[in-house]
């Protein structure tokens, strides 16, 4: 599985470092590299990240109270020169706290720990039926995964798109259905899209076509489609 990382911090040279050790470890992919809290909000708002190292002292939004504000947001490892912080880091559920300096050893551990986490939660969310369940204009639907083509997302609603019935909207988050889906099956090419494997015709530059709709790919999540396709 890759981690899509995304790295946030006031200093080039700690972003340089991070950058480094992220390019020493398999099955990591740098997203994005920022400066501040700003520029990493209008990433997480368009690119789907699992795993962001964020410094705490920087101008503007610190990041304690950018991790605040997130709802949903990625796994949070703290890096900072200052370990007076690591009580309140802890306190937001962060995976790992390093203090810089810090070598490719202990950064390796925190991703080690990450991803340890993000399987265990995928297993303990895997779907135990083949199929979804989904409430929509008053009713609950049972949803075979051989029929959902793909979701798009609305917020806090879900649009799918299946083979067998119109399309239904439902009040609910991409990422929480993405965690009952089976990733064999399903995998996001968008923050907005979720698309079935089986159900791709072709792709043609940042677009893939499905159910004869073109649906746009980021560019983070393009060689995992190219991939998928093969």
Known sequence: MTLRVLIVDDEPLARRVLEKYAGQTVGLEVVAS???AEQAGKVLAETEVDLMFL???MPGLDGIEFARTM?????IVFVTAFPEHAAEG?????VDYLVKPFGYERFERAVRKARYLLEVEAKHLAPADPVLLIKADKKLYRLPYNTILYLEGYGDYVKLYTTRTKPLLTKDTLKRLETQMPADLFFRIHRSYIIAVQAIQYMEGNHVCVNDQLLPVSESHRKEVIERMG
Not at 71 to 75: E, K, S, T
Not at 90 to 94: C, M, P, Q, R
Request: hydrophobic residues 40%.
């Open 90 to 94: 802890f306190e937001l559920e962060a």
């Open 34 to 36: 920022c400066s501040d």
């Open 55 to 57: 410094d705490i002292r």
């Open 71 to 75: 709802v949903d947001g990625p796994m």
